[in-house]
């Protein structure tokens, strides 16, 4: 066994991301995108709060950090997911180590 070996429990992890595109699963997609246990679709921004099945979404804002409106905030925290707000590279690397913690963590993402 390799020690760098991880194990996502079948979870789609974050590969990379560039410019515009994120690379899931082995896979470039481009533009905003959600992932959590019911897979990967493409994330319609601050209205688009369709998540299930988490304890917390972590929001990728680009290549900033900045703060989206209360009521995104507030929808998600009333169906008792919390939410927490980064740039997008630490949302990818705190969603991927989340993930391999075996952790109901969900993931939506502004391209850099």
Avoid: K
């Avoid at 939410?83 to 939506?108: H, I, T």
């Amino acid at each position: 066994m390799r020690l760098t070996e991880i194990d996502f429990g079948g979870a789609l992890p974050v590969d990379g991301y560039g410019p515009g595109f994120f690379r899931i699963g082995g896979q470039v997609h481009e533009g905003a995108l959600a992932l959590d246990p019911g897979g990967l679709r493409a994330w319609a921004g601050w209205d688009d709060r369709a998540f299930r099945d988490i304890d917390v979404l972590l929001v990728g804002t680009g290549a900033e950090i900045s703060y989206p409106p209360r009521a995104f905030r507030e929808a998600l925290e009333g169906l008792g997911i919390g939410v927490e707000f980064m740039a997008s590279p630490a949302a990818c690397r705190s969603y991927n180590m989340l993930l391999a913690e075996g952790r109901r963590v969900g993931l939506a993402v502004l391209p850099v």
